[in-house]
């Protein structure tokens, strides 16, 4: 295991990513973790990760020097690379006006993280800092400069202890993976086995081991990734001791629980309970048009259906939930509580009121991570990439009263944005595209007749992880194409508007 110091970067999270992109397992904590923790963790290397402070800086964040003497290996980068400077006795001065962007790393010599460069490289790389290293502490010695930077890459080779000015994390650094590379397997001496299979292997029997012979288990399937990974890894390690709840909301896609019933239930065999409840929720949400007020409906509504099925469950004592490693990470960077702008549903409460024990096991995953364990268990490639749904559903895109009859007009215009975002061959370039059906009715004139009906209004969106988006520039023809199919095809729409806004300040959804 490799342990990553978080010193409040903004890419430490893609430090991670990137050696668990190499295969090595690593684990992100908070700087302050203590060293007997350490200790006990025993990691085959630390890195120590960028952030924004100045070691200078009030408060600025520190670790014990005791780090330094456990004899393990240790990469400082940036802000890591000035604090273990400073703590080990070299200097480091506030630069004039600090270096951002691009920059040219020359190697002085090929050595430790830089034993797979040859002398004299010249190596594109990415910087980013206000202070920097002027004087070397005792033991170190250069293995990198830049013109305006003489310990762009520094090393103690007798102790294992690099730092680098620069990000070898960030693409921009061309060569930052031969780099990393060469401190997990030439300096930590590590192997390359953390794999989708081994992970697999190892998690079904962490699984076994958690749940016990006897216990059962209960899964909420929602078709979505997370869940369904996380469902067939549990079947592989429970069998028929896993029941998974798949409540029928009425707020699916088209088709969608028909899916989920033939792959989960006729494919993959599980114990799949298929809760129609359509109705249940329907009822719930008429006369609500408040956007928070129907989703905490959904949600309510959602834990009392789900908690009434797992009752029915002999021996059951354990929840299975999909929760990934992001919201784990104890990190600085994490942001802390926030405004709500939308309540999000969740069954968070559920595990203590049923005192049902938690499987989590995607706990240690990354988002990508998830989708090939999913591929290395066979799972489609249509359902791993799949656009995100909401938990609300179709209920915060149909906007103004829920009846079925307006949830039918917004399902079967949906699916024809989406037949044309797919035959465009635009589907996976868009991180999400749907149709929203708006409470407001326009003229229109179809053949020789006058018609009073509702807007679908289509939203596509490019966006990297949902927390900012831009909306997508689809071809005007695919939009032309859509939108001649769904005014022709959907009875009861009779114009369609493109979203062209981005988040902030909109959001992707639109309650
Ligand atoms: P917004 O609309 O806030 O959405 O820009 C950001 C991302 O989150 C999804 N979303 C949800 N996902 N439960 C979920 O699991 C929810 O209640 C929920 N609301 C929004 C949204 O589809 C987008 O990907």
């Known amino acids: 295991l490799v342990l990553i110091l978080d010193f409040g970067s903004q890419y430490t999270q893609l430090i991670a990513r990137r050696i668990r992109e190499a295969s090595v397992y690593c684990e992100v904590y908070r700087y302050d973790l203590p060293i007997e923790r350490i200790r006990e963790i025993a990691p085959r290397g630390v890195i120590l990760s960028g952030g924004p402070s100045s070691v200078y800086g009030e408060g600025a964040p520190h670790i014990s020097a005791e780090l330094f003497s456990i004899g393990v290996p240790i990469l400082g980068i940036c802000y890591g690379m000035q604090l273990l ?14 270096e951002y962007g691009p920059a040219l790393v020359r190697a002085t010599r090929a050595a430790g993280v830089f034993g797979r460069f040859k002398d004299g490289d010249v190596l594109d790389v990415w910087m980013s800092h206000g202070d920097k290293v002027t004087g070397l502490p005792p033991g170190f010695s250069t293995l990198g400069t830049t013109d305006t930077t003489p310990f762009a890459a520094i090393a103690d080779d007798e102790r294992h202890i690099y730092g680098l000015q620069f990000h070898p994390e960030v693409a921009h650094t061309r060569r930052g993976k031969e780099l990393l590379e060469a401190f997990l397997f030439d300096v930590c001496g590590l192997e390359p086995t953390w794999t989708p299979a081994s992970f697999v292997e190892a998690s079904v029997e962490a699984i076994r081991k958690k749940v016990g012979p006897d216990a059962s288990a209960v899964c909420g399937l929602s078709g979505g990734v997370d869940s369904s990974v996380a469902a067939i890894l549990c079947h592989r390690a429970l069998g028929d001791r896993l029941v998974c709840i798949f409540v029928d909301n009425g707020l699916l896609r088209k088709g969608e629980a028909e899916q989920v019933v033939k792959m989960f239930g006729d494919h993959y065999h599980l114990r799949l309970v298929h809760v129609q409840a359509q109705k249940r929720f329907l009822d719930a949400l008429s006369g609500v048009t408040d956007p928070e ?28 939930q999909g929760t990934l490693y992001p919201d784990v990470i104890e990190s600085v960077s994490a942001k802390g509580p926030s405004a709500v702008i939308k309540s999000h549903h969740n069954v ?26 999913g591929a290395t268990m066979g799972i489609p490639h249509h359902l791993l990439w799949r656009h995100p749904f909401p938990g609300p559903g179709l209920a915060v895109r149909c906007l103004g009263p829920l009846t079925e009859e307006r949830l039918n007009v917004l399902r079967e215009a949906d699916a024809i944005f989406e037949e044309e975002i797919r035959e465009a ?10 149709c929203v059906l708006l409470p407001v009715r326009t003229v229109g004139v179809m053949g020789d007749e006058r018609t009073y009906d509702e807007v679908i209004a289509l939203r596509a969106v490019d966006s990297k992880d949902g927390m900012t988006a831009d909306w997508s520039r689809i071809p005007h023809e695919v939009l032309a194409r859509a939108s001649a199919r769904i005014i022709n095809e ?9 979203d062209v806004s981005s988040k902030p300040p909109a959001t992707i959804e639109w309650e």
């Open 85 to 98: 400077s400073h703590l080990l006795g070299g200097k480091v001065e506030r630069g004039a006006e600090g």
């Open 293 to 320: 007020q129907k989703r905490k409906t959904i949600g309510r509504v959602f834990i009392e259906v789900f908690e009434e099925e797992a009752k029915k469950i002999e021996d059951c004592r354990f929840l299975v």
């Open 348 to 373: 968070g409460g559920l595990p203590e009121r049923m005192k049902l024990g938690l499987v989590e096991p995607l706990r240690e995953l990354f988002k990508d991570e998830v989708r090939a364990v």
């Open 490 to 498: 959907v009875r009861g729409v009779n114009r369609v508007v493109y």
């Open 425 to 434: 061959g635009l589907y996976d370039k868009i991180w999400q595209s749907f």
